[in-house]
């Protein structure tokens, strides 16, 4: 129920919103270097759906569509309590996106003949899974057919988590109550989306490489591109460090600040801090196969032959207005992001939206902010 809200954020978001969306300074104006371009996106619809912030629904947007024609657009608050403008180029926790991260650390693996991805989890991380387990291969972890259940968890919502939001839980703990619960389903009979499989894949990369993740992360993908804003907080540290805009979700009726959170039990599977510019690198470069070589790229873009298979190597498939999109979502609490393009790159999208829902089912925030860029 969103029925109250603190008096000072109250105040702040009602400054703002009488404000509107064409109040200087706290909207910047959308850049449309393409937007009347006839193949170019559909600049109208998207100035509309950043129209209006901060509401209810969200503080702050940012937004970058690309490849045939481009346009920018950030609008809303860095802060309901000051009023500030959103950053363009702030920083926020991009949630899931960090499986693309995670999957194309693996690939590049493959691709060197350090794994195998059909070899299996039993082989790389022996101890592990129990003898209940049958044999689970990494191609399996990367496309979400494991057979492994969720594992622990300090809340599945946000209000349950939010009062354990400074605690710890290691990704081996979260390993650890997997693997005790059995086997969810036989490997490779059902597709289970979840974060479990990329937790498991974040300890191979480690086994295998002798490395931290992080440090994997940042020599494989983040160096290489450029994408200098962008890493993995250090352990528990519950902060964005850097320019970032404030994260809010609706608790018991308040809009309660929850930028602040150790995401330390995600790590592999949901950790990651960047922007969109960063993010847009990220997506350009993967589907250039610069990141990630021929034929292991491949694995991306190839759906497991399971009933409803809708995930491949961390990508998700969708078909919108004719068209088949490769992208991937990511949410925590306060934070909502998109990486999604077509494969030819014609049309690409990244964005950021400070979502006070963030961790629902995205499907009102995906209408609004995601779809009018592949209106035409």
Same mark, same amino acid.
Request: aromatic share 8%.
């Given at each position: ?12 978001? /009602? ?21 009347? +371009? ?15 912030? #901060? $509401? ?16 920018? =657009? ?8 000051? =009023? ?11 949630? *899931? ?23 299996? %989890? ?22 979400? /057919? ?17 009062? &354990? ?8 703990? %979260? ?16 597709? $289970?989306?979840?974060?479990? &499989? ?9 086994? %295998? /490489? =002798? $490395?931290?993740?992080? &440090? ?23 902060? %964005? +460090? =850097? #320019? +970032? ?58 759906? #497991? ?36 393009? /077509?494969? $030819?790159? *014609? ?24 779809? #009018?860029?592949?209106?035409?």
């Amino acid at each position: 129920m969103r029925a109250r809200v603190p008096t000072a954020l109250a105040a702040s978001l /009602t400054l703002a919103l009488a404000a509107g969306p064409l109040a200087a300074p706290a909207f910047a104006a959308p850049v449309a270097a393409s937007a009347h +371009h006839s193949s170019g996106p559909d600049a109208d619809a998207l100035r509309a759906a950043i129209a209006g912030l #901060p $509401d209810a629904d969200a503080t702050a947007a940012l937004l970058r569509v690309g490849g045939e024609g481009t346009w920018k =657009g950030t609008a809303g608050v860095r802060d309901v309590r000051t =009023g500030a403008p959103a950053l363009e180029n702030g920083r926020f926790r991009a949630g *899931s996106v960090t499986k693309v991260v995670t999957a194309a650390i693996v690939l590049q693996l493959a691709a060197e003949g350090r794994v195998d991805l059909d070899g299996t %989890v039993q082989q790389y991380l022996p101890g592990l899974l129990t003898a209940d387990f049958k044999p689970v291969t990494v191609r399996q972890l990367l496309n979400y /057919t494991s057979g492994l259940g969720p594992g622990a968890s300090l809340g599945d919502t946000v209000e349950e988590g939010y009062p &354990h939001r400074f605690e710890t839980l290691t990704p081996r703990q %979260v390993v650890a109550a997997s693997v005790a619960e059995g086997p969810a389903h036989d490997p490779g009979t059902r597709q $289970d989306y979840g974060n479990i &499989h990329y937790t498991v894949l974040g300890l191979l990369i480690e086994k %295998v /490489t =002798g $490395d931290s993740y992080a &440090h994997q992360a940042a020599v494989r993908i983040f160096r290489p591109l450029g994408m200098r804003a962008s890493s993995f907080p250090v352990g528990a540290d519950p902060r %964005v +460090h =850097g #320019p +970032h805009n404030r994260g809010y979700d609706w608790i018991d009726g308040e809009l309660t600040d929850v930028t602040d959170w150790n995401m330390s039990d995600r790590w592999a599977a949901g950790d990651l801090i960047s922007t969109t510019a960063d993010l847009q690198r990220l997506l350009v470069g993967l589907f250039r196969g610069r990141v990630v070589p021929e034929p292991q790229l491949r694995e991306m873009f190839t759906l #497991p032959d399971v009933p409803g298979a809708r995930y491949a190597a961390a990508l998700e498939r969708f078909e919108l207005h004719g068209r088949v999109i490769w992208g991937k979502t990511g949410s925590r609490p306060g934070y909502a992001t998109v990486i999604a393009a /077509t494969r $030819d790159l *014609s049309r690409t999208l990244v964005y950021s939206v400070d979502s006070t829902d963030a961790k629902g089912d995205g499907q009102a925030t995906a209408e609004r902010f995601a779809y #009018p860029a592949f209106n035409r």
